[in-house]
Structures are given as C-alpha cells and as structure tokens.
C-alpha cells in the first residue's frame, strides 16, 4: 500500500499563501486521480481539490480560482498551492487518491498525519 506524506503547513495571515506538498512511497502514475482533502474542526473531512491523470483538475467551489494542484509523477509528489487564503481555510489537509485507497473510506490507515494550515491574523 502506498503511503502518502503531507508537508508545508503552517500559519498564515489572511491573504496570504501557502503551497502544500505530498510524497508518495511509490509510483502514482498510474492511478487516474490524486486530490487534496481537509477537514477543518468538527466538520467532516471534503475533498477540495483533484488532479486527473488526462491533465483536468477539479476543485471545490470553495477554493476554485484560488488553490491549484499540480501533480508530478516523475518525482511521485503532488502539491497544492494556496493563495488568498481565508479563515475558513484552516483545516488539516490531507492527500489521497480520489476516491481513497482505503475502499474509498474518507477515514482509515491509508490517510496520513496530514499537515495542519491556520489562517490567523
């Protein structure tokens, strides 16, 4: 089983920018969908962003036109660049194929630690 490994969280001001990235134990490129999700304090964890291995990406209405994923898998990593970042931002974020190793479970050992984002003035 792959594990996955969030990186770049960290506090932020409103506004500002954030780029997340996800190292894969091994090769990603023949899984059709990679995504990053969060889950912010007691709501369930969502998918916010997708990248499709035919180049689409996909993006919750939350953040479209602000965060962009890009995915390389050449180096079997994929990032999420943040700009603009809000409050309502601030979750853990996670990566994971789309939908999830673990039979498509938002929950469970194929998730890792995920990296925490605060947005904060």
């Known amino acids: 089983q792959v594990q996955l490994v969030e990186s770049g969280g960290g506090l932020v001001q409103p506004g500002g920018s954030l780029r997340l990235s996800c190292a894969a134990s091994?090769?990603?490129?023949?899984?059709?969908?990679m995504g990053w999700y969060r889950q912010a304090p007691g709501k369930q964890r969502e998918l916010v962003a997708a990248?499709?291995?035919?180049?689409?990406?996909n993006y919750a209405d939350s953040v479209k036109g602000r965060f962009t994923i890009s995915r390389d898998n050449a180096k079997n990593t994929f990032d999420l660049q943040m700009n603009s970042l809000k409050v309502e931002d601030t979750a853990v974020y996670y990566c994971?194929?789309?939908?999830?190793?673990?039979?498509?479970?938002?929950?469970?050992?194929?998730w890792g630690q995920g990296t925490q984002v605060t947005v904060s003035s």
């Open positions: 994971n194929a789309v939908p999830p190793f673990c039979s498509g479970s938002y929950y469970g050992p194929c």
């Open positions: 091994r090769s990603i490129s023949s899984i059709n969908a």
């Open positions: 990248f499709i291995s035919s180049g689409s990406t």
